[in-house]
């Protein structure tokens, strides 16, 4: 919401040493006096152990697949129910051109060490594409790596992606890692301060315990093995977040108190912008790292190859971070804080992972310019700004193949982004409080060591003339617009009362007595006390979110054939469905001829047209109608 700062955590290029890793860990005790122990390695024929003595870690070999993790005295948090294939993977989503979608859970055929020694060991499980696996294999050389470090309680992972040129086309639509933990055990969840709660059990969204509503991922609890959750509904996409607070997430085991936390500092990986959303945590119990998806974006945010371009990409790291009350306490908070303070890392040994050394930071101050607001500049106050591959203004939104790098500026304007990896880049900025988008002119070139220093900044938003009225706050966001109760039969109690209740389910059951579905008007009702012929004003409108949508515009005439102005159709972003309040940022810029308004009470009918879906439709971040420019003299500019 405007006027909030989101502040970054500590970055990834903020190393830390060995040694004051094990400082800060709850989980030591007694052990927290010694010296830690070396890391071990036990490499087995189809299995190899990491060990550093607080927990250890157990990969299928060759496949590379997390099958058991051992800690505080449990033999494995793992679910032991599952398949070794089904416990701790990488996977991804995939599609030639025009074809089904593949989910291939990532089997590696090749092991090796990459580096061993008393304080670190990592390895690498390797798949190599070939041309006899085409169409059943997605063309990628995929290598997955696993870190321990001594003294640490917990491990790291990342991957490096890999098509090579010439090699065949494809979309990838999903990229992740995740981790399915003994459901025996970990049934308290927490992704925020304010958002944590015991989970439903996996078999209560099983019939006859649970029944499927509008779609499989959403099922209400009609005889859950806990009493207290019937009659609510489970969702996963009901912890969603965006990626910018999408920090630590994980669960929790009662007996014995531990925590099992996906901990990821960074967003340089991800793709859509600091405000994206992505899944976390939900029952299972699954623990998710998401770096590509069409959650909140469809279609636009799936990167797609072509021409047998080449492409290279490193995932992660991500820190899977275990802790406890070595006095045997019952405090979840407790882990909680404890886990929210581990976001430092060291970096892997990988080349393809630029080091502190390699990157470079760009910094500078950021304006808003906008005369009917203020007479001087202002400070573009919480700004998001951030660098990403060079294009358009606002592009950034939608680049998914490379890296991002974002902040949020200071009260007076100022920012700094650090740890860039080496590339060019334009820097995007959008303000709270204010439509549209920034670019920064030049292409900025980091090198390793750079701090590109910009200087005083100015962004000067879409304005014709002073504002007549305006509805909402423009910050890409429909969270100030009606929210309605929710059905009490369909109700999550995390959200009674929390200011996230947009997350309830079915709030866009709004039906006609027949059942069916149809289009939505909108009115907005103003009064004119003058009109000047011949002359254009402005409708500023911004959306949130769309999902295959037509809006429709009309002035004074709700049966204008055509629509003074269409969108078109629109959105693939699924946000209604999906719980969100946001997905794909739209903002129109619509020239008002003077002939389509009247002295004294007008009418804008607002008309989303497709209607054969409850979860078609639009999400509103602000509209603004603007009158004629007027000069410093106070005169219409004609």
């Known amino acids: 919401m405007p006027g909030t700062k989101t502040r970054r955590a500590a970055p990834m290029a903020e190393l830390i040493e060995v040694e004051d890793i094990h400082k800060k860990d709850l989980t030591r005790g007694v052990a927290a006096t010694m010296p830690p122990i070396a890391v071990r390695l036990d490499i087995q024929d189809q299995h190899v152990v990491m060990d550093n003595g607080i ?71 390797t798949r190599t594409w070939n041309v006899s696996q085409n169409g059943t294999v997605i063309p990628l050389n995929i290598d997955k790596r696993f870190i321990m470090l001594r003294g640490t ?24 890692v995740a981790f399915k933990l003994r459901k025996d055990k970990f049934q308290y969840m927490a992704m925020a301060d304010n958002r944590q709660r015991k989970m439903p059990m996996p078999d209560d969204r099983n019939a006859p315990r649970g029944q499927m509503l509008a779609y499989p991922e959403a099922v209400l609890l009609i005889n859950p093995i806990d009493p207290n959750m019937k009659g609510e509904v489970d969702d996963k996409y009901q912890y969603s977040c965006n990626d910018e607070d999408n920090k630590v997430h994980g669960w929790i085991c009662a007996d014995p108190l531990i925590g ?136 950034w939104q939608r680049e998914c193949k490379s890296y991002q790098f974002w902040s949020r500026a200071n009260a007076d304007g100022s920012f700094s982004i650090a740890n860039v990896r080496s590339g060019d880049y334009n820097l995007y900025a959008w303000v709270p409080d204010f439509i549209g988008d920034y670019k920064y002119d030049a292409t900025i070139t980091i090198i390793p060591g750079s701090d590109v220093q910009l200087g005083d900044l100015v962004y000067e938003p879409p304005r014709d003339g002073p504002t007549l009225w305006e509805i909402g706050i423009p910050d890409r966001s429909a969270a100030e617009f009606f929210v309605p109760d929710p059905n009490p039969m369909y109700i999550n109690k995390l959200y009674i009362n929390h200011p996230d209740r947009f997350r309830q389910y079915g709030l866009w059951e709004r039906k006609k007595d027949d059942n069916t579905y149809q289009a939505t008007t909108w009115q907005i009702k103003f009064t004119l006390d003058n009109v000047t012929q011949n002359t254009t004003y402005k409708l500023r409108l911004a959306l ?23 969108t078109g159709r629109i959105g693939l972003d699924n946000s209604i469905a999906r719980h969100g309040i946001r997905g794909l940022y739209w903002l129109y810029n619509i020239g008002v001829q003077s002939d389509w308004l009247v002295v004294g009470e007008n009418t804008i009918f607002l008309t989303q047209t497709r209607s054969s879906n409850p979860f078609y439709g639009v999400m509103y971040d602000y509209i ?15």
Not at 552 to 557: E, K, L, M, S, Y
């Open 55 to 125: 927990l250890q870690v157990t990969l299928s070999n060759p496949d590379g697949i997390v099958t058991g993790v051992r800690y505080n005295g449990l033999d494995n948090l793992m679910e032991i129910s599952n398949t070794e294939e089904n416990r701790g993977y990488w996977d991804v989503v995939w599609r030639e051109p025009g074809k089904d979608n593949i989910f291939d859970r990532i089997k590696a055929t090749s092991f090796k060490v990459i580096l061993q020694n008393e304080n670190l060991v990592e390895l690498s499980f």
């Open 624 to 638: 603004r109608l603007e009158g004629l420019p007027v000069t410093s003299g106070g005169e219409t500019e004609i």
């Open 260 to 395: 099992f936390w996906q901990i990821t500092p960074s967003d340089e990986f991800r793709t859509g912008g600091p405000v994206k959303q992505n899944l976390t945590s939900h029952v299972g119990p699954v623990m998710l790292a998401m770096f590509q998806s069409e959650h909140y974006s469809g279609d636009d945010l799936v990167p797609k190859f072509r021409n047998g371009e080449h492409w290279k990409k490193v995932f992660g790291p991500v820190f899977l971070y275990l802790n406890s009350d070595p006095m045997g306490g019952n405090d979840t908070k407790q882990l909680w804080e404890d886990a929210k303070s581990q976001l430092a890392v060291n970096f892997p040994a990988s080349d393809d992972f630029l080091k502190a050394d390699q990157r470079g930071s760009v910094s500078g101050r950021l304006f808003v310019r906008d005369r009917y607001i203020n007479e001087t500049d202002i400070f573009a106050d919480s700004a998001y700004i951030g660098l990403a591959l060079p294009g358009d203004v606002g592009s």
């Open 544 to 566: 949130a979110s769309a999902t295959r949508s037509e809006l429709q515009v009309r002035f004074n005439d709700s049966n204008a054939n055509p629509a003074h102005f269409s």
């Open 153 to 176: 309680s917990g491990f790291y992972t990342y991957a490096i992606y890999e098509h090579l040129q010439g090699w065949p086309d494809f979309d990838l639509l999903e990229t992740r």
